[in-house]
């Protein structure tokens, strides 16, 4: 504690610099994540989208220049096509992709609600010390890696797997499980579920016992206090979690590539197809800029959506 009152100078000297500035605290702390965000997401962003507007070329780089300068004369082309081809492609691909891809991850974000509330909700109501075990449990499969994991699905999906191996045991016979929309409904549950689980159990770890209490007392039932209580109280973890699964399935590559067949078309491959395939790099870009464009949707939905629940609440 001797050297707290030494401290005390430099720390008056700091704030005076910083107020010489134009600059606080509060300033600096909010300046870090900014910095990060503007140095791995905005310009990132930016150098897609400036490509995206670009046309092919078979050279070093793939693509025109943007900005050319000729004679002291600079001239900026935008090529727009690549934004329309994906709506007026003949055969449909790009705009079927972003269908399946929506549709996939929307059924995916409706399994993992259907499974992951009873889990949140089994975890919060558990005794305290079991609480942090099943956390745990929940937590446990972010500790291998996520292509791992989701390779280890084949073997139990597979004509020969773990799965069909147990059926035939019982005269069942075998089930064609990949190479189907169905394995990827599975992968993407398995993988994405916990990111539903854990913003709910915080939702529902801070309901008010009094509140169920107080519904018991006035006659409700169990089931009537929970649709009544508890579920509208857990919508903005159901809304946070749900958004959680939704917008990294939607552009998923590893999962419909490993479980999915021909048929499972979704973005994700489709622009690894573009970029490495046909090293098409302004219509991947393109379509890289319009899924986050499909992405922000939902999170705009989702923070009107809470907004209005807490409201209400």
Do not use: C, H
């Not at 499980?177 to 916990?194: E, H, K, R």
């Not at 958004?243 to 590559?253: C, K, T, Y």
């Amino acid at each position: 504690m001797s050297g707290a009152p030494d401290q005390l100078p430099a720390l008056r000297l700091l704030r005076r610099g910083l107020a010489a500035l134009g600059l606080s605290g509060r300033t600096l702390v909010v300046a870090a994540p900014f910095f990060w965000l503007t140095l791995f997401f905005l310009i990132p962003l930016a150098v897609v989208f400036g490509i995206s507007l670009t046309a092919k070329q078979f050279g070093q780089p793939p693509y025109t220049d943007l900005v050319t300068a000729k004679d002291g004369t600079v001239q900026l082309t935008l090529n727009l096509t690549n934004y329309a081809r994906i709506f007026t492609d003949p055969a449909g691909i790009y705009f079927r992709a972003f269908i399946s891809s929506i549709r996939i991850a929307a059924i995916s974000t409706a399994i993992a609600i259907l499974i992951g509330y009873p889990m949140a909700y089994a975890i919060a109501r558990a005794p305290d010390k079991w609480r942090n075990l099943l956390l745990m449990l929940v937590i446990l499969p972010f500790w291998t890696s996520f292509l791992l994991r989701v390779y280890a699905l084949t073997g139990f999906m597979r004509g020969n797997g773990i799965i069909n191996q147990l059926l035939g045991l019982v005269g069942i016979e075998p089930l064609t499980m990949m190479q189907t929309d169905f394995a990827v409904y599975v992968g993407i549950v398995y993988s994405y579920l916990p990111f539903f689980v854990l913003p709910l159990y915080t939702s529902l770890v801070k309901l008010d016992p009094a509140l169920l209490e107080a519904s018991a007392d006035l006659g409700a039932r169990p089931f009537r206090t929970f649709m009544s209580v508890t579920l509208p109280l857990s919508m903005p973890g159901v809304i946070a979690g749900g958004m959680l699964v939704f917008i990294p399935a939607i552009g998923e590559f590893v999962i419909p590539s490993l479980l999915g067949g021909p048929g499972t078309q979704m973005i994700g491959r489709v622009l690894w197809d573009e970029f490495f395939s046909k090293t098409n790099w302004p219509r991947a870009s393109a379509l890289a800029v319009t899924l986050l464009v499909v992405v922000i949707i939902p999170i705009v939905l989702m923070q009107r959506a809470q907004t209005a629940v807490t409201e209400k609440s």
